[in-house]
């Protein structure tokens, strides 16, 4: 039953965050004007502003120009819908979950605004960073040292790496590698573990397909593989943890 709730709430905010995902990078209000056509800025009606089922009722295109829409936007109602539940499903407990459904909700818009404009804003990461803290020390004081470390080690990381290699790795990476830990705690090593191994798996099939020259000079934008890595690390992160040291460092 919540875990339904949670689905159907999920695909609410996850219509919010196509604003968000639309709007932030352009430096524009996400309060208002209302939700309009990208194409024909004709406002849209309630009516056809409800999550996956208007898109797929108008067949993926305005009511008023028939200007196609793009498949993002069911594509982020759905995932956080998805994500939402999964969050209840899986997890326990006030902190477990607010801790997780913050960190999935600021994780979508990120993703989608760093493969479209490659960059992670600090209008996102920053409050991002922020409400981790506030979240961790409100509902699990104890726990809260270790995520503080978590976050500090993260950044600390990726700080190194964007300063060895410029031009990868960017300061935006930094912030929401930093935000990652302060949500997570400990499960931010696989995070950015498996973050940098889809990394270079992408990469690799970039340069195999354009070859070396083309494919290196293809940027590919590194913020959506930390935020699946972050989303996997939240489900199995302490029992990656736990494989790792029980089949590793015995
Ligand atoms: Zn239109």
Redesign the pocket.
Known sequence: METAFAGVLGAMIGSFLNVVTHRVPRRLSIVAPSS???????PIKPYDNIPVLSYLLLRGH??????SISPRYPLIEAGTAGLCAAVVADRSGAAGIALGVAMVLLLVPLAFIDLEHRRLPNAITLPGCALAVILGSALDPAGEPTRLIAGAGAGGALLLAALAHPGGMGMGDVKLAAMIGLFLGKPVIPAILIALICGVLVGGVVIARRGVKDGRRTAIPFGPFLAFGAVLALFAGSEILHWYSTTFLH
């Open positions: 309009r056509c990208v194409s024909c800025s004709t305005c009511r008023h120009c028939r200007a």
